[in-house]
């Protein structure tokens, strides 16, 4: 595994940064030069400044009937029953002000120095990460607004692997990759090309930064309770933690006016156990407990409860 190394002139943690950055492919449609050069716009506007403007956008989305919107509303009805209709409108507004300043944000991720991203994102609780240097180690991260500054974030303190989705833009896709990676201090690997590559960076020393919160359908999952529904969860978390003897340190973006704080929590005690459901739930009620501080914060819009036992009927 990659050493640490105490850096004088700062409390952060930092590795050793691995031989020879890689080189950014270059964008060959007029699109994804588009894209690039309006976060790069966006990049030298002051945090704050760009909330303004993600609250503006934000505000003009939310009021388009989308389907996205009746989604949202749906799954905020089914978790928070106890919620007036005007309770729940307003919780999504916010959340879409959240979506939109995390794309404006990217210009961030994307072009500003590492001493301005530490600053955008002070991590707390990095004490719980680093008492757990030389053992394996899975960052159970939920879909929250920020997940990827996150992702980067950590990614300057300790090597991390992390899975995506492909882009339906090749160009585009190779664009962001190469942003991910541009530090040099960990990997990514395609969703679509399983959990092994994913695992056998676990066990080669990279912490794995892991999303483990949404329906992907009934295979490799169990229904359990998620804010009182049954929701098909993928058992991976306790399987890979099994499989590299890992330690599952819960972690998630808290907004500030100011930028966002990277709170890391203590890691999970007695985690894994032998029961796959146990370990499941307990896994929700974890990302329960985090939703409940910033609810607006995460990521209502997708078909959580798509999946259904069977027999049950649909909920959207």
């Not at 952060?12 to 976060?39: E, F, M, N, Y």
């Not at 760009?50 to 509303?73: C, D, E, F, N, Q």
């Not at 944000?105 to 707390?124: D, H, T, V």
């Not at 500054?149 to 492909?166: A, D, H, K, N, W």
Request: proline share 7%.
């Amino acid at each position: 595994m990659p050493k640490s190394t105490n850096d004088n002139a700062s409390t952060s943690w930092h590795h050793d940064k691995p031989a020879g950055i890689p080189r950014q492919p270059v964008p060959r449609r007029i699109s994804t030069w588009i894209v690039v050069l309006v976060l790069w716009l966006v990049h030298w506007l002051p945090f704050r400044f760009v909330r303004l403007l993600a609250t503006m956008l934000g505000t003009l989305l939310y009021l388009l009937p989308t389907s996205r919107k009746r989604i949202g509303l749906r799954n905020l009805e089914l978790c928070f029953p106890e919620w007036s209709l005007q309770e729940r409108r307003r919780c999504l507004h916010r959340h879409v002000i959240e979506l939109v300043s995390m794309v404006l944000e990217y210009g961030y991720l994307w072009f500003s120095s590492p001493a301005r991203l530490r600053k955008l994102m002070p991590i707390e609780g990095l004490e719980h990460l680093q008492a757990l240097e030389g053992q394996a180690v899975i960052l159970c991260m939920p879909h929250f607004a920020g997940l990827d500054f996150g992702g980067l974030r950590i990614s300057m303190e300790t090597p991390v692997v992390s899975m995506y989705s492909r882009q339906k833009s090749g160009d585009f896709d190779a664009w962001v990759e190469g942003r991910r990676l541009r530090f040099a201090t960990g990997k990514i690997v395609s969703r679509q090309d399983g959990i092994r590559p994913a695992l056998r960076a676990l066990r080669q020393g990279y912490r794995f930064y892991y999303l483990p919160d949404q329906d992907f359908g009934t295979r490799d999952a169990v229904f359990v309770d998620f804010f009182g529904v049954q929701a098909a969860t993928i058992t991976g978390m306790s399987r890979m933690a099994h499989a590299a003897r890992a330690k599952v340190v819960p972690c998630y973006p808290r907004r500030e006016s100011w930028g966002y704080t990277l709170v890391i929590e203590p890691p999970m005690a007695d985690f894994p156990t032998q029961d796959l459901s146990q370990d499941t739930r307990r896994m929700n009620a974890l990302i329960e407990r985090q939703i409940l501080i910033r609810p607006e914060q995460y990521f209502w819009l997708h078909k959580r409860f798509k999946s259904r036992p069977p027999g049950q009927p649909g909920l959207y």
